[in-house]
């Protein structure tokens, strides 16, 4: 019995056939070399300066200037500084930990609510003016994030005109002194400076959720309400996730905000701590110790990020 010449040879691969009669040959490294680039980018810009706050973290500091002395070598490291920080992290530093994840919870879930509806209207009515709307959005954060946030101290100032709309208005009987430590000025910072990068991926997410799925939810008896909790909701989870991830990040290490709007010792955040120890004389291993310290904090969600995106990409 004859064997059809379009029959696939026993023990040969499909796709080494197929490269065969396109006439192009692959190595097997042919593709992983192109993350070759990415691979030495993130060496020279991540893993080396990683390993030189590790080192001086476990390092020591010049006895006549004071300067850290980063120690390269592992076998001579000492955690003495470390072992210090976090003694002082379950003591006087707890309150500035609580703020921290605090502050960065409540402005976070503001940034989603209103991320998400500002979002959500321009994927589903922005219609033709879809790029003008976002342009909008986007143009007043091309201003330096400094001049944006020296502006609401003119605005927030008890003679701004915050204080003086909501005196006219007799919604407070005097002027309220928003830069006095109070932690709602910090949120209120953090929400303003960090909105954008949530409106971006979120609005992303909802553009691609195909407008069929949610005709079939309508004409199978949901209403709007049951259909965007039933349908629009569990579709966009992923870009929920991704936006939270790329706002409250980037909020845990953010110093500048509460030294512009607060600048009290009452809402000092982990931030603030790194600044203060990196610009004290003789500070330098303690400010390498929080940025460790930080960074953990900082994998507990990154790590169910990736294995929510991991587990969604599963079951596709």
Same mark, same amino acid.
């Given at each position: ?52 706050? &590790?080192?001086?973290?476990? =390092?020591? *500091?010049?006895? !006549? ?5 980063? @120690?390269?070598? $592992?076998?001579? /490291? ?76 003119? &605005?927030?100032?008890?003679? =701004?005109? *915050?204080?003086? !709309? ?5 919604? @407070?009987?005097? $002027?309220?002194? /928003? ?138």
């Amino acid at each position: 019995m004859s064997v059809p010449s379009e029959a696939q040879p026993v023990g040969r691969p499909r796709r080494s056939r197929r490269a065969t009669e396109e006439g192009v040959h692959y190595s097997r490294w042919f593709w992983p070399s192109f993350t070759i680039p990415a691979i030495i980018w993130l060496a020279v810009l991540f893993i080396l300066p990683l390993y030189t706050v &590790l080192s001086i973290a476990f =390092g020591t *500091v010049d006895q !006549i200037f004071r300067n850290p002395l980063p @120690v390269y070598e $592992p076998w001579w /490291w000492s955690g003495e500084q470390f072992g210090n920080v976090l003694h002082d992290s379950f003591g006087i530093y707890r309150h500035v930990y609580v703020h921290t994840f605090e502050y960065v919870v409540v402005a976070s879930a503001l940034c989603l609510v209103l991320a998400y509806a500002v979002a959500y209207y321009v994927a589903r009515y922005g219609g033709k003016r879809k790029t003008l709307l976002l342009a909008l959005l986007i143009a007043p954060f091309f201003i330096s994030y400094l001049m944006r946030m020296l502006a609401w101290i003119n &605005l927030l100032d008890t003679e =701004g005109y *915050v204080n003086k !709309i909501l005196t006219f208005l007799h919604v @407070v009987p005097h $002027p309220i002194d /928003w830069l006095s430590g109070r932690p709602s000025t910090v949120i209120m910072g953090l929400v303003y400076g960090y909105i954008p990068y949530m409106i971006l991926p979120l609005y992303a997410f909802l553009d691609r959720i195909d407008t069929d799925l949610l005709e079939a939810g309508r004409d199978l008896g949901a209403g709007p309400a049951r259909t965007f909790f039933r349908v629009t909701l569990p579709l966009s989870r992923p870009g929920i996730l991704a936006a939270l991830v790329i706002v409250s990040l980037p909020m845990f290490g953010d110093y500048y905000t509460n030294n512009l709007l607060s600048g009290s010792p009452k809402t000092t955040m982990l931030g603030n701590l790194i600044d203060d120890a990196y610009g004290s004389t003789g500070q330098g291993p303690r400010a390498a110790v929080f940025v460790i310290i930080l960074m953990v904090l900082l994998l507990i969600p990154m790590t169910y990020y990736l294995r929510s995106t991991a587990r969604s990409l599963e079951t596709r």
